[in-house]
């Protein structure tokens, strides 16, 4: 589709900014990077003029819609009445945590932060100080941020599975020092032997397991019951903490979050996205003794940030909790997001593509194959190329979505107005597109 607006705004870009955007994630290159005008509800408008339905959703914190009244009302209010920052504390801060912790009871107490980058630094180093001990245990396709020690991945799209026993541990790119990765264990997920195997070599010195209990870039790859119990008990028996990053599944896949589908409480856990309804907010918290480890004092742990808590952050936060909390928001969304899944399935149903979803209705995840994924390794074996083929066919016909399997289908309260008979007819289309482009 020819976008004059948008081929202008790219190029007068370039000159002001690497690959012309201010997140390299928003360069899908020269044709197909996306320059919106405007949001409401669960559509975004492109400055060309063509709306889309998005379930991309800023990559999942539009939980509630974009400009959801009842939360930027909120925020004008506290900016007006109140202010923005002043470098001290108010009493929203006790008041979001108060709310956060009648949601979430693995929260004791809590510290807040800007994004889940910053969540996560917190926790782990949290964890460190703690425990007095260095070494972080990862799972493959989880994503814990971008700062150094956590931008170590496995390569599984160059992994070759019939000569290569693992994949082939990578940096996200240039400029990590590869001593990032000195004290980073990485295992495959709902492994219980490798989990085994890396407390047995080094146990003794790991701080801390962290992982997304349902993979938010690896297309919501879930932890099984039993391997989230088996995480549980080796740190129990071994003194590390668990950390569950929830990011992405805090406050969108139920109201205690990942944790609540589970039963099963971490020490430290990681929130943002979902919790400000696109407001950026973060926090980490747990339990009382080693959130307690923050500290003035000598050996304790410092945290900080000139921005934390700011009024925007909070009083977005407060809002978007609590119709969270007292509505039939999630309700609503789960509908929404078992209705879409069963107008999909029947497209691919119609067109003898074997398919599996993944994840919890508010944010599932699809694989072209006859099996759900049970790990990072498992992906590799889905057909994703076809998946990425008809992914770009829905955006050209008006349904947003990264067109990367990794990245789930987000679902917020406001689509509910879906018309499914035009979302049914668009998937249809675009399969049968991406077929006859695959010959």
Known sequence: MTKPKTSALLAQAHTHMPLGVADSYRYWGEDNTVFVKSMQGGSISDVDGQEYVDFRLAYGPIILGYRDARVDNAVIQAITEVGTISGFSTALDSEVIDLIKSM???????????????????????????????????????????????????????????????????????????????????????????????????????????????????????????????????????????????VKTGFRVAKGGAQELYGIHADLTTYAKAMGNGYPVACFGGRAEVMNRISFDQDGVTHGGTYTANMIALSAAKATLTVLKETQAYETINQVGADIQARLSRV?????????????DAMFGVHFGSEVPQNYRDWKKTNSDLYTVFAHNLIKHGIMLEPDSREPWFICEAHQSVDLDWLESVADQSMAEALAEQG
């Not at 149903?349 to 979803?357: L, Y």
């Open 104 to 246: 979430c009871p693995n929260i004791e107490k809590m510290r807040f932060a800007n994004s889940g980058t910053e969540a996560v630094i917190g926790a782990v180093r949290t964890a460190r100080g703690y425990t007095g001990r260095n070494k972080i245990v990862v799972v493959e396709g989880g994503f814990h941020g971008l700062y150094d020690e956590m931008m170590w991945k496995s390569d599984v799209d160059n992994w070759d599975n019939t000569t290569q026993a693992a994949p082939e541990i990578k940096p996200f790119g240039a400029g990590i020092p590869e001593s990032s990765r000195e004290h980073l264990e990485t295992i495959p997920l709902n492994d219980f032997e490798a989990l085994d195997q890396v407390f047995k070599r080094v146990g003794h010195d790991v701080a801390a397991i962290v992982i997304e209990p349902i993979l938010g870039n690896c297309g919501s790859i879930a932890s099984t019951q039993a391997y989230m119990q088996k995480l549980r008990d080796v740190c129990n028996e071994s003194g590390a903490l668990l950390i569950l990053d929830e």
């Open 348 to 360: 691919f149903t119609k067109h003898g593509i074997e398919h599996k979803f993944a994840g919890p």
